[in-house]
Structures are given as structure tokens and as C-alpha cells.
């Protein structure tokens, strides 16, 4: 048998006082046809009892959905080991639920495709207000089609496309000068850079700023891509020539490359950080307790998505905050900061 719910109701309220529904309903919502002293009644008994406005009849109310949406074309089980998404998606939720608003998480491991349908059905059936993207492509087409669905986005990146979204541009000018400068300061001669999937924007932009400034100082560069796991690091590693100088440093572009690539280099019997050094571009838990300990940015990743979350639940409610552009709303977050450690002799 199912059990009853003691949530006070506009029905409750309105037994207690031996009044109408409708009248309650029009003392709560602010409408005329209540006089004063009932009404200041009814918010008082509201009180009392401990009555709280229903989200969801309010969203139906407003015509929203009262629901934001996240699609991963990812696999669950490794986006659960990543710290960085799981900081990110729980930066999200925790803005768009201080909003009053759900977050719908969908894993879709059939690809671009598939993302694609599950906007059109969020899109036909009214399901969410809003969707929040991240890894974009160089040239993706996820924005134009929320566009063309009338969907609300907001974006974590650097996209600068002719639609009308809002975004939270990560600071990786100053983040990569940042990382150059701590691996030419502890003596290291060359990069070896370890990036995310190459079809990531982001990726390709951090490789050409790190690539740029090596050719800068007169540092050896050399490339290559892996998924955002450990495996995915040390199957990168294997690309690589360590030899591209006499002491270089790896530049990984997540946590769990990084530990990836040092796993393989202590395997492979190079000392760290003696003839190797490591250097994360994400911080987390798992970096600090390895060893050795790998030198890492804080780049913040929950206020991130706080940041992109607040800003798209905003514009849906049809704020607007200060700084514009002919894109939409953007913020800029500031430059992350350096923690060193063991693997870069820190």
C-alpha cells in the first residue's frame, strides 16, 4: 500500500482554514479577488505548516520544463573515474539546483548521431529549458542544431560561432605560459605533450599555445593524443620519443593521462623526475597521493561548471549579466594556479 504524503498542499491549507482551494491558491500566487487580511491569513497558516511552492506545477506554469541537460558521448564507467567531469557535472547541478532546476545526465556511447537524436526528443517533448555542452569539436554542429530546436545552450570552451549562447572561457593563454615556465625553472630542455582526443578544440588549442612556446625557447615538441584514462596515458606514452631531448618534461592534458604516462616511464625504468618530469593540466586527489606526487593545475573545474550552470539558468530566466558580446554572455575565469611536486621536483 502506498503511503500517504504529509506534504502540506494548497488543498490542506485550504481545509484548515475552511476556505476554498482557489482561494488559497490566489493568496499565495499574488492574485486579486483575496482581500488583504485573508490573504496575510493564508501566508501566515502557509507558515506555519511549513507549505513550499511545488517546482514542478510552477515550471508547467511558467511553460518550462524546469530540467537542464548534460549529454556525454562518453562511457559512463570511465566518466566516472575522471575527476575532472565528475567535479564539472556536479558544479552544473549544484547551480541549476539552488535555480530550482533538474539535471538530466545522458551517456550516449553511439556518437554524434545519437547526441543529436536525444536533443531532438528533449526538443519535441518539451523535457528540458536548457543544455549545457562541453567538448566541442573544431567545427561542431551541436550548436547550430540547438538553435534551429530553440534550445537554450551554455558552453565551456573558447567557441566563437553565430549563435546565441552563454559560455565560460577557461584562461589557457596564461595556463600554458604558466606550465612552460615551471618546466623551463626546474632545468627541463623539451616537451613531450600528451593531449585528449585530438577531435577536442580545446585540445588542439592547448597543443598549438604549448607548441608556440616552445618554438619560443627553443624546446623540442613532440605530440601525441590518448583518451582521458590511464590506459589511454600510457598508450601515448608509447608514441612518443622520450629522446626528443637530452631531460624533457610530459604535458598531460588530464589527471589520469598523466598518471598513465608515469606509470609507464617507472616501468620503463626512466627516473622521475631526475631525467623525466611530469606535469598535470588537471589537479585532483589521485595526483597528489601517487609517487611520486605529479606537479599539477588547479584550474577549478567545479566552479567552472557552478559558473556555466548559473549563467544558463539565468538566461533562461531572462537575465542578463553585465558582460556581453555579439555571442552572448561570457565569463572568463581567472588563470588556474601551479601546485609543484615530486615529479617535477617540486
Known amino acids: 500500500m502506498s503511503r500517504k504524503s504529509t506534504r502540506p498542499t494548497v488543498a490542506t491549507i ?35 505548516v511549513g507549505w ?41 547541478e549544484s547551480a541549476t539546483s539552488a535555480h ?14 545519437q547526441e543529436a537524436e536525444v536533443f531532438r526528443t528533449w526538443a519535441r517533448q518539451r523535457r528540458v529549458d536548457g543544455v549545457v555542452l562541453l567538448d566541442l569539436a573544431q ?12 534550445l537554450e545552450f551554455g558552453l565551456l570552451g573558447h567557441y566563437q560561432g553565430p549563435e546565441d549562447f552563454v559560455k565560460v572561457e577557461s584562461a589557457e593563454d596564461a595556463d600554458a605560459r604558466t606550465v612552460v615556465a615551471h618546466l623551463l625553472e626546474r632545468g627541463y630542455n623539451g616537451c613531450i605533450q600528451l593531449s585528449g582526443p585530438a577531435e577536442y578544440a580545446h585540445e588542439m588549442r592547448r597543443r598549438d599555445l604549448i607548441q608556440e612556446l616552445c ?21 601515448a606514452f608509447a608514441q612518443v620519443d622520450c629522446a626528443v631531448s637530452t ?6 592534458s588530464s589527471d589520469l593521462l598523466a598518471i598513465g604516462a608515469l606509470l609507464s616511464a617507472q616501468e620503463a625504468g626512466i627516473d622521475v623526475p631526475r631525467q623525466l618530469g611530469v606535469i598535470s593540466w588537471d589537479d585532483s586527489l589521485i595526483v597528489e597521493v601517487i609517487t611520486p606526487a605529479i606537479t599539477a593545475l588547479s584550474r577549478r573545474p567545479f566552479e567552472m561548471g557552478h559558473s556555466v550552470g548559473d549563467l ?11 558582460a556581453q558580446s555579439d555571442v552572448g554572455t561570457v565569463l572568463q575565469v581567472t588563470e588556474a594556479t ?6 617535477t621536483g617540486g
Open 52 to 92: 513550499t511552492p511545488h517546482s514542478g506545477a510552477q515550471a508547467l506554469r511558467r511553460g518550462r520544463s524546469g530540467n537542464i541537460g548534460l549529454v556525454l558521448i562518453r562511457d559512463a564507467k570511465e566518466v566516472s573515474r575522471e575527476p575532472f567531469y565528475a567535479s564539472v557535472t556536479a558544479g552544473i
Open 338 to 343: 601551479l601546485h609543484p611536486r615530486a615529479s
Open 139 to 150: 567545427d561542431d554542429a551541436r550548436p547550430a542544431l540547438l538553435e534551429s530546436l530553440n
Open 247 to 252: 631531460r624533457p618534461a610530459i604535458i598531460a
Open 100 to 113: 530550482g532546476y533538474e539535471l538530466m545526465v545522458r551517456f550516449v556511447p553511439g556518437g554524434g548521431d
Open 14 to 48: 485550504a481545509g484548515d482554514l475552511g476556505i476554498s482551494a482557489a482561494t488559497v491558491s490566489y493568496a499565495l500566487n499574488g492574485k486579486a479577488g483575496v482581500s488583504t487580511a485573508l490573504r496575510e491569513r493564508v501566508l501566515e497558516h502557509a507558515r506555519t
Open 312 to 322: 544558463l539558468v539565468r538566461r533562461i530566466e531572462g537575465h542578463r549579466n553585465e
Open 215 to 235: 618554438l619560443e625557447h627553443g624546446l623540442p615538441h613532440t605530440w601525441a593524443a590518448g583518451r582521458y584514462s590511464i590506459e589511454g596515458g600510457r598508450s
